[in-house]
């Protein structure tokens, strides 16, 4: 079923070995899927829709690697049935199962029933129940020395992780997207204080080119990676700082959910009520923890 395509202009070719297959700069729904080719095998990092629709990639693919157990990093799996997929144990269970990556995502069932069609119908999901499990430090060698290095930074995921491809020095770094929308830890799977861990881990790693999943697509250098990640990280913060200004008054949730912390006032998402709870929680949460803010009676909040 899969297919040798050719390059397009839109493709990004990183030294001998790697490229960055994207569509439509790398914008939701579509995304940067890595193409690394050795000498005795060839990997894919997250197929996204641009791959589904282009039918293959432009070598043969004999693994799948994920980055994370989200609808659009596996849009593509579909085309290689032959290729074994490999993820972060912590986010198997949203590649083995329709059902499992729904209990990642955590939504309300009226819109797990509609996200569900969604996920089928335009990111062709397709099950994956053989697929493998990997952890932090795993290396896949392809052959030539050439080799991809597991870097485990969860936080967006239980399981997120980027991949270092070595001796090339591309890190790719998936949903770290370097977006000015900044970190999302807004689903089940998700938690704040591992983002900032793994953003933390980010800024050890010393390679050539940074590619993202979304949005930026290449980063050249470290220092340009760094001033990218400050921008990245700083919108935590200004959550944080947006979340205690309100709080200056006394608040129950569901009015600070109402305020968003993420999404803009007039965005329509369809889970956008469930993104702002738990972002909204998590913040509250550390906040309640260091003394920042007090429950001064039940459901009500106030900062100090
Ligand atoms: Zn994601």
Redesign the pocket.
């Given at each position: 079923m899969s297919s040798v395509t050719p390059f397009l202009d839109s493709d990004l070719r990183l030294g001998r070995a790697v490229a960055l297959i994207g569509a439509e700069e790398g914008k939701y729904p579509a995304g940067n899927s890595l193409l690394v080719v050795g000498a005795d095998t060839s990997v894919l990092i997250d197929p996204s829709v641009s791959v589904f629709d282009r039918g293959g990639a432009p070598a043969p693919v004999d693994r799948i690697l994920l980055s994370?157990a989200?609808e659009?990093?596996m849009a593509g799996i579909g085309v290689f049935p032959d290729a074994p997929v490999h993820a972060h144990h912590e986010d198997l269970l949203g590649v083995r199962s329709l059902d499992g990556l729904m209990e990642m995502y955590g939504m309300t069932p009226e819109h797990d029933a509609i996200f569900r069609d969604v996920v089928l119908d335009e990111f062709h999901f397709t099950e994956r129940p053989d697929a493998c499990g990997f952890a932090d430090g795993d290396r896949f060698d392809l052959g030539g020395g050439l080799r991809v290095e597991v870097v485990h930074l969860p936080g967006?995921?239980r399981g997120h992780c980027g991949f270092l491809v070595e001796p090339d020095g591309v890190f790719f770094v998936a949903?770290v997207d370097l977006s000015s929308f900044g970190p999302?830890y807004g689903d089940h799977w998700s938690d704040l204080e591992d983002f900032e861990a793994a953003l933390a881990r980010c800024r050890e790693i010393d390679a050539r080119w940074y590619a993202t999943f979304h949005h930026k697509g290449i980063v050249e250098g470290r220092a340009e990676f760094l001033t990218a990640l400050d921008a990245f990280e700083a919108v935590i913060a200004r959550r944080e700082r947006r979340l205690l200004d309100f709080l200056a008054e006394p608040r129950d949730f569901p009015e600070i959910v109402a305020h968003r912390l993420v999404y803009r006032p007039g965005v329509d998402i369809m889970w956008a009520d469930e993104t702002e709870t738990r972002t909204a929680q998590r913040h509250l949460v550390r906040l309640l923890r260091d003394g920042q803010v007090h429950e001064i009676e039940p459901g009500r909040y106030r900062a100090a």
């Open positions: 994370h989200h659009d990093h967006h995921t949903d999302y």
